[in-house]
């Protein structure tokens, strides 16, 4: 199957820090999707990238479609407690549209 | 609206058991997924279903067997349980039209 690797695994910051995370694969993506998780829950979707190239915002959080279409970037300017949890980088795969593929997570540890 | 819902939210088997998930969706989604999560590891694709009466075999579908005889509903079942197949296991549903995914909250299943 396709990998996704995410990194950093895990990071630890302060209240009002900014956060980057990113995600790579081997092979092209043609959509790219980012979830966050909170303990004992399913994953939410953030954000939904579709062009290569493509800059997208919710909020405090903007994605980018990386222009090689084998990377996605995730950042969170201005960190706050709620934002602790797991992100995830998805997408599916590239000969059948519906066969997803989820990084591994960025765990966010937020100090206030 | 409900969303996406699990049944039950937790179990204990021993090796040998059957079980039977359920997860039911009232947005009228045409896909449905069932998907496990490891400690450390993002989601992993089992069986999903684009249809009513379809399932299709996703990337870790050994050991579980599927059913979607409604549209609402999609059933994942452990016909002798192993405990390989200690995990959490998610539901999703999507319109046939978008990769954006639904989560259910999650069934935690222990395997003795």
């Known amino acids: 199957g396709q990998q996704l690797n995410q990194s950093p695994q895990s990071m630890f910051i302060q209240e009002g820090e900014d956060v980057s995370m990113n995600c790579t694969s081997s092979?092209?993506?043609?959509?790219w999707l980012w979830y966050k998780q909170e303990p004992g829950e399913g994953p939410v979707l953030l954000i939904a990238?579709?062009?290569?190239?493509e800059l997208t915002s919710n909020g405090r959080l903007t994605a980018q479609f990386g222009i090689t279409r084998k990377d996605s970037f995730l950042n969170i300017s201005a960190s706050i407690p709620s934002d602790v949890g797991i992100y995830f980088c998805?997408?599916?795969?590239?000969?059948?549209?519906?066969?997803?593929?989820f990084g591994s997570g960025t765990k966010l540890n937020v100090k206030p | 609206n409900a969303g996406v819902t699990q049944t039950p939210k937790f179990r204990v088997l021993k090796t040998g058991q059957s079980m039977t998930l359920l997860c039911a969706q009232d947005?009228?989604?045409?896909?449905m997924y069932w998907y496990r999560q490891d400690p450390g590891m993002g989601l992993r694709l089992i069986h999903y279903?684009?249809?009513?009466?379809?399932?299709a075999k996703g990337e870790v579908p050994d050991g579980y067997n599927v059913s979607r005889l409604k549209k609402q509903n999609f059933l994942l079942g452990l016909e002798s349980a192993a405990p390989s197949q200690t995990s959490v296991y998610f539901c999703?549903?999507?319109?046939?039209?978008?990769?954006?995914?639904?989560f259910g909250p999650g069934t935690r299943l222990t395997v003795l």
């Open positions: 999703a549903s999507s319109y046939s039209v978008s990769p954006e995914q639904f």
């Open positions: 092979s092209i993506f043609n959509t």
């Open positions: 990238l579709y062009k290569a190239g």
């Open positions: 998805a997408g599916p795969g590239e000969y059948n549209f519906n066969k997803f593929y």
């Open positions: 947005m009228n989604h045409e896909y």
């Open positions: 279903s684009v249809g009513e009466g379809t399932t």
